[in-house]
């Protein structure tokens, strides 16, 4: 059987930390950040957990992460 292809959009996307959850960037933090304040801008710097029930979707994107 063939190796699987990484899914390299999701690659720069998603992390693994040590204990094998994945990790995301939050978005709204690209542009039109003149409205948003500071709180909610400083909150979005901060990775978050992907939700338990997309986990595994993920996890066939990026089988070798």
Do not use: E
């Not at 709180?39 to 957990?49: E, F, G, I, S, Y």
Request: no cysteine; net charge positive.
């Amino acid at each position: 059987m063939p190796k699987m292809k990484t899914n390299r959009g999701a690659a720069k996307r998603f992390k693994r930390t040590a204990r094998g959850k994945v990790v995301r960037r939050k978005a709204y933090k690209s542009h039109i950040l003149n409205k948003k304040t500071r709180k909610r801008k400083r909150n979005l710097r901060k990775a978050a957990l992907v939700d338990s029930r997309d986990v595994k979707r993920i996890s066939k994107l990026i089988p070798y992460l």
